[in-house]
């Protein structure tokens, strides 16, 4: 009988992968996406983070951060470290520092989830809830709207910009989206493998990295004004998606075999 292989490289894993045309690849020393903004999310006392990510690093590496760039006092960060999922919320003094319980530097793409119900913090790991571990202060669900003052100036990806930058992410970043409600696990699910719409419910910022070589990177959110970011520096940065390549033995097959490989 005629036969075929179908091979397919790309990122493969039971918990999801590449979502789209592209993602962001950052190098861990000096590759970030950056921001400026004003008053970021003033009116946010809950809310949602999300994102898909890929690293085998094991060090302090930021996915989102917005903060104050005058003073190292005041800032909200998503991140990484040994592994864990973290938040940190710092309003002068350090309000919460918080963990999950288990890790995903694995080399594998997982998806995170950092929910604000505006009375505690919730995270998911690949649409799993997470038992939330305190190292820092008191899970009390403080967002950006409880930031004292408008501090928040600055967005990142990739990065935790204060007087300096710390924590480059060394790895794969792509579907990053603020919500201005707390998302349940439900909608964490079904949304988590596919791209939303620009006008979904509660959306307020989406960065789907679909640009592939831009040194722009829009967010495609149409409910509030857009925050695009600058790819820094602009000669890196980007991963394209998985190929599909079919290869044929004596014409057209009866059976084949499908190989992945990422």
């Known amino acids: 009988a005629d036969s075929a292989t179908v091979t397919v490289a790309g ?17 861990g020393s000096s590759e970030y996406a950056t921001a400026t903004t004003a008053d970021f999310r003033t009116a946010d006392t809950s809310g949602t983070i999300e994102a898909w990510i890929k ?6 590496q930021h996915i989102l951060a917005v903060s104050d760039t005058a003073t190292a006092n005041y800032y909200q960060t998503v991140y990484l470290n040994s592994g864990y999922l973290y938040i940190e919320h710092k309003d002068s003094s350090v ?8 890790t995903v530097h694995d080399g594998k793409w997982h ?5 604000s119900s505006g009375s505690a913090i919730t995270m998911y790991i690949d649409g799993k809830e997470e ?8 899970n009390n669900g403080d967002w950006y709207g409880d930031m004292t003052d408008a501090k928040l100036d600055n967005l990142t990806i990739g990065v935790l910009t204060r007087t300096s930058n710390a924590g480059y ?7 990053v989206r603020v919500w201005s409600t707390a998302r349940t696990v439900t909608q964490i699910r079904t949304n988590m493998f596919t791209e939303v719409a ?22 495609t959110c149409s409910n509030v004004t ?17 190929t599909l390549t079919w290869t044929e033995t004596d014409g057209v097959p009866s059976a084949g075999t499908l190989n992945m490989s990422g």
């Open 169 to 175: 992410f060394n790895g794969s970043i792509d579907e």
């Open 111 to 115: 998806h995170v989830a950092v929910v």
């Open 95 to 102: 309000v919460y520092g918080l963990r999950s319980t288990n």
């Open 55 to 60: 690293t085998s690093n094991s060090g302090a």
């Open 11 to 27: 990122d493969f894993t039971t918990s999801g992968g590449l979502i789209g045309a592209s993602c962001l690849t950052l190098n």
């Open 198 to 219: 620009a006008d979904a419910t509660g959306l307020v910022h989406q960065w789907s990295f679909n640009e592939g070589t831009s040194t722009t990177i829009n967010d």
């Open 131 to 138: 038992v939330v571990v305190v190292s820092e202060g008191t």
């Open 226 to 242: 857009d925050i695009n970011l600058t790819l820094t520096p602009d000669d890196g940065g980007w991963a394209a998606g998985g």
